[in-house]
């Protein structure tokens, strides 16, 4: 499935966090990557994350979060209901597929592919998200209108987490039908309603640091690596007229003390690439049950078999000198020549094939199929979800 008619490029330069856009179905051939059977079955599974919204009134939400049993599903008759599952593309491979259509952005914004399924009315109420999404509609139909633009200071109503808003201002109305797409960008005020029974959406989230995980994150990091006598030293002291006067030089070494140790961008470069690509679900194990062996690697790559990337994987990298430094699932691993190239070429397809590989590459391919994020076709018991 292609994203045909569109243009990232203008997409990029006009709306990209800027100004929602209804993009009327831009694929070649648009088919709902997931059935409804498929999500409900995920919905019940321990390790997935999922949430159900039952609207129990005009205007009255209520959430419950998954595991669900079965039978749950089986009682959902009279209220408008809207059941969301979270990170659908790590466990439904046709959904992961629909993500390399979004590669115009990179790697490291994307966060998942968000479900939902809901009977006539259903909906989450009105809410903004911090995050840039696309809101495909899978089947059948959804209202959604667009409101104002929110912030932290923005009113909610009193159900903490569901987070909706005291007052929505609507500005415009999409009715969005199989293949339809809603571009919000963060902050802007959304309210969706399915129009009928069989109405799926399929959310490609985006993510985007705050300023305070970095602050906070890297600045722990930059801790664990000071010792306590790297301290503040003022050899060549002069006498104060006023010993009570913290001076201009004083603080300007203190300062320096600090920014100079945050300030290291090669390091950051390291800290960032692998904090950032640390699994969204780091307890799952998608390590193969057997681990593979180099005959292995070198076998599979002989026969031409195509290296798939886990979807559940999060793959970057960041060039250094000559090389590259490839950050997969919060491992690191240095790349230089033939090697880098290959790394990079892995963050850039969900699969490839990979000819005339060096030990050095087979030695990466081999670390990363141990760890369960990539396998090689065909194979699919080397990439299960054991929980
Ligand atoms: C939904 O799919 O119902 C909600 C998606 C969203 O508003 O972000
Ligand atoms: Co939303």
Not at 54 to 79: M, N
Not at 90 to 96: G, K, S
Not at 191 to 198: E, P, Q
Not at 271 to 295: R, V
């Amino acid at each position: 499935m292609k994203l045909t008619h569109f243009d990232p490029a203008a997409f990029l330069a006009q709306h990209w966090q800027q100004t929602p856009l209804q993009i009327r179905n831009p694929w070649d051939d648009w088919q709902c990557p997931v059935e409804p059977d498929e999500l409900a079955g995920l919905a019940c599974e321990p390790e997935v994350e999922s949430r159900l919204v039952v609207q129990t009134g005009p205007e009255i939400w209520a959430l419950k979060q998954g595991p669900f049993d079965a039978e749950r599903f089986a009682v959902l008759e009279g209220s408008p209901w809207t059941l969301l599952v979270q990170a659908v593309d790590h466990h439904v491979p046709e959904v992961a597929a629909l993500l390399s259509q979004f590669r115009f952005v990179p790697n490291w914004r994307i966060d998942d592919v968000m479900v939902s399924f809901a009977s006539t009315g259903g909906g989450v109420g009105p809410h903004f998200d911090q995050y840039d999404v696309f809101l495909i509609q899978g089947r059948g139909r959804r209202r959604w209108r667009v409101g104002q633009i929110c912030d932290e200071a923005t009113p909610l109503r009193p159900h903490q987490e569901l987070k909706l808003l005291a007052d929505f201002e609507e500005k415009a109305v999409y009715d969005l039908g199989p293949g339809d797409i809603l571009y919000v960008p963060p902050g802007v005020a959304h309210d969706g309603m399915a129009l009928d029974d069989d109405c799926m959406t399929l959310s490609i989230g985006f993510r985007a640091p705050s300023r305070a995980e970095l602050v906070t994150g890297w600045s722990d990091h930059v801790l664990d690596q000071l010792t306590d006598d790297d301290r503040y030293a003022d050899p060549g002291l002069a006498a104060q007229d006023n010993p009570g006067e913290i001076t201009a030089e004083a603080l300007d070494r203190l300062q320096a003390m600090v920014l100079e140790a945050l300030g290291d961008r090669e390091q950051f470069a390291r800290w960032f690439g692998a904090s950032n690509s640390t699994p969204k679900y780091p307890d799952i194990d998608w390590k193969p049950e057997e681990p593979l062996a180099l005959g292995d690697v070198r076998g599979a790559l002989d026969e031409g078999v195509p290296v798939l990337r886990n979807p559940a994987s999060r793959f970057s990298f960041v060039r250094e000198g000559e090389g590259v430094v490839l950050f997969v699932d919060g491992e690191t691993f240095e790349c230089l020549a033939e090697v880098a190239d290959l790394a990079a070429d892995i963050c850039g397809a969900d699969e490839m094939t990979v000819e005339g590989a060096t030990p050095a590459m087979v030695d990466l391919l081999l670390a990363l199929a141990n760890m369960g994020s990539i396998a090689f076709a065909g194979d699919e018991d080397d990439c299960d979800d054991e929980g």
